[in-house]
Structure formats: C-alpha cells, structure tokens
C-alpha cells in the first residue's frame, strides 16, 4: 500500500481552501450524482467550495468518516460513512455504507467519486474485493 497516496487523500478529504494547490489538481472533478439529495458534479477548485457552500446551505452538521482505505496505482478507494443533521427540523441522516474512489494525478486528487456500492467503487478502482 503506497502510504503517500492514503495521506494525501486523507489530507484532501478534510482540506482548507488554503491546502487545496497541495493535494487537489486545478481540474478536480467531485462527483456526487449518486447522492440521494442534490445530486451533482463539481469542477476545480471552485467547484469543490460550491460544494461545501451547498452542504452548509442544507445541513447544520455535516461529516464523511473514513473507515477503511484500499490502495492501488494513482488510486485509492475510501469506505465511508455519512452522517448529517439538515437545518430546519433537525432530521439526522446517516449514509452507511458509502465508498469514496479517489483518483490521483501527479501526487494530487484528481477526482472524487460517491458509491452507495463499495464493491462497485472498488471494482471500478480495479480493486477487486
């Protein structure tokens, strides 16, 4: 297992704006479309701070916890596990199982990709379970 390329992801998944020329190419895709509520697709760097503009539209709280990381060439597979309250009523949400496919390029996350299915996540990572 290439521990950098865990690292890196692992710092990206919790990175500042500040951080982002560091772990995240320019041209980041965040794919999201298998998400139950707003599904969509984020582009580069202002995309990923759209994205985080929207989860702090929708929810109070809001947090991805890594449970498990699989490692391959310029790829690294993240399980995890979702959870959230929404603003307003206070409805708790928690997504579990869900994966993370992370894609790296030239030291840096290239793109990010939800799965609801992490056999799939980790087929499509060509990382077979």
Known sequence: MSHEDVEVVR???TARRSEFADLLDPAVRLDLSERVFNPAVYEGYAGVMRWRADVGDV???YRSEPEEF???DEV???FTRERGRAKGRGIEVDQHPT???CRLRSGRVSEIRLYHDRERALRDAG???
């Open 70 to 72: 699989f490692d391959g």
């Open 11 to 13: 710092r990206a998944l």
């Open 99 to 101: 994966a993370l496919l």
């Open 127 to 129: 990382l077979e379970a």
């Open 59 to 61: 929810w109070d709280s």
């Open 76 to 78: 690294v597979v993240v």
